[in-house]
């Protein structure tokens, strides 16, 4: 098992920046590849970013590439995600979730373990 919890969540501004952080405890926390999700009111959760285990690989959504980073301390049991340039459109509930396999997988049916997800919401 592995416990995920994610924190930074806030109200922002258009234009402006947030950084969410994922804790995690349980497993070893190096033996998984991580991503971040997102669900806006009414819509299906969609992938946003991931991570490969040692931190080297990273893959992203077209819908956010150049102005988000996602990043991950083993030493600390933590992922991030640097979100920059935040748009009305960007507002939802964000997700890190543990993989298993592979860093690449974008299906939330990959994943095997998630966080409860924190608040983003970003005004026009």
């Known amino acids: 098992q592995v416990q995920l919890v994610e924190s930074g969540g806030e109200l922002v501004q258009a234009g402006g920046s947030l950084r969410l952080s994922c804790a995690a405890s349980?497993?070893?926390?190096?033996?998984?590849?991580m991503g971040w999700f997102r669900q806006a009111p009414g819509k299906e959760r969609e992938f946003v970013a991931s991570?490969?285990?040692?931190?080297?690989?990273?893959y992203y959504a077209d819908s956010v590439k150049g102005r988000f980073t996602i990043s991950r301390d083993n030493a600390k049991n933590t992922v991030y995600l640097q979100m920059n340039s935040l748009k009305p459109e960007d507002t939802a509930v964000y997700y890190c979730?543990?993989?298993?396999?592979?860093?690449?997988?974008?299906?939330?049916?990959?994943?095997?373990?998630w966080g409860q997800g924190t608040q983003v919401t970003v005004s026009s």
């Open positions: 349980g497993r070893t926390f190096r033996d998984y590849a």
């Open positions: 991570i490969s285990r040692s931190g080297i690989s990273t």
């Open positions: 979730a543990a993989d298993r396999t592979t860093y690449t997988h974008t299906a939330s049916t990959e994943y095997d373990y």
